[in-house]
């Protein structure tokens, strides 16, 4: 007859009492001389973790629970560092800046303040002399996505060049123009310094 982990074969019954339990006591081992521990312990243990599975079952996948816990941080992190978006007013009105400075190609945008309708754009460029200078810009939006108004340094532009710039709007979102918004300044004046 075969016998099960323990030592007992399958039909018996191991109770606190009796031949049963006195017989299952007599086929322990005892622990060895150098203090390891004995087989039937190393038995039950094998038992135990064949039961559970999960050291078997981590041993086994350890590798593909590893590659999908980097590769959900790595992701995690990229999508941490993208840059945020704004609505597409803001790539309407740093549209309207770049036709009004000498270089738009030196065109930053520090930071950006919502007032009711009314968008301001803090930026930096490079002047025809080569100097950086720092100007916000005020666009003025009607319901309809137009502009109303438009200054630079509160000085309005005209209502002329805020009415052709109008029938180009349409233009200006089909070719979904730049709406990144800037970190911010770390609230120093040399986190505005460009290089």
């Not at 299952?24 to 004995?38: I, Q, Y």
């Not at 108004?149 to 349409?170: C, E, M, Q, S, Y």
Request: hydrophobic share 35%; net charge positive; glycine share 10%.
């Amino acid at each position: 007859m075969s016998k099960d982990v323990g030592g007992h074969t399958p039909g018996s019954k191991v109770g606190s009492s009796g031949a049963g339990a006195a017989g299952a006591v007599s086929k322990l081992r005892p622990v060895s001389a150098r203090g390891g521990a004995s087989d039937a312990t190393r038995e039950f243990k094998a038992v135990v973790y064949r039961d559970t599975g999960m050291k078997a079952t981590f041993r086994r996948h350890w590798k593909s629970i590893l590659l999908g816990t980097s590769v959900f941080f790595t992701l995690f992190i990229l999508w941490g560092m993208q840059p945020l978006h704004g609505t597409v007013h803001i790539g309407i009105c740093r549209t309207l800046i770049e036709t009004q400075i000498k270089y738009p190609t030196s065109l930053k945008i520090t930071a950006i303040e919502w007032f009711k309708n009314n968008l301001r754009i803090y930026f930096t460029h490079i002047d025809s002399f080569g100097q950086n200078r720092s100007e916000f810009f005020e666009c003025e939006f009607k319901p309809d996505m137009t502009l109303a108004d438009a200054r630079i340094n509160r000085k309005t532009l005209g209502a002329d060049i805020v009415a052709n710039f109008n029938k180009t709007i349409p233009q200006v979102i089909a070719s979904k123009p730049d709406n990144t918004i800037p970190p911010g300044y770390k609230g120093d004046l040399l986190s505005l310094k460009r290089d």
